[in-house]
């Protein structure tokens, strides 16, 4: 069963920076890519970084939304099955709950907690 624990949220000032974590299971990790999404208050669930796998020929390596480009980074351990996302110059709209999972999803889509991220002055 496929799991998905995210962890390393917080509450932070604007500026400030935040590195969440998100450890995965019960799927090849290594050959598959991964994705943070996030999701505010009143708004829809955006993607937001995403990072390709090396073990795949032709995979892409990163990928950002305009949004965040310049100030996140995500990175993955195929040894301990995890993702981050190290979030630089945190914004008040980058505030929500930031889940982790593949990069292209159907309806049916696993998603586990999130880990909640707020930004406030």
């Known amino acids: 069963q496929v799991q998905l624990v995210e962890s390393g949220g917080g509450l932070v000032q604007p500026g400030e920076s935040l590195r969440i974590s998100c450890v995965a299971s019960g799927f090849d990790f290594s050959n598959r890519a991964m994705a943070w999404y996030r999701q505010a208050p009143g708004t829809e669930r955006e993607k937001v970084a995403s990072?390709?796998?090396?073990?795949?020929?032709?995979?892409?390596?990163?990928i950002y939304a305009d949004s965040v480009k310049g100030r996140f980074t995500i990175s993955r351990d195929n040894v301990k099955n995890t993702v981050w996302l190290e979030m630089n110059a945190l914004k008040a709209d980058d505030a929500g709950v930031y889940y982790c999972?593949?990069?292209?999803?159907?309806?049916?889509?696993?998603w586990g907690r999130g880990t909640q991220v707020t930004v406030s002055s």
């Open positions: 999972n593949w990069p292209r999803l159907g309806p049916q889509a696993y």
């Open positions: 990072i390709g796998s090396s073990n795949v020929p032709g995979s892409f390596g990163t």
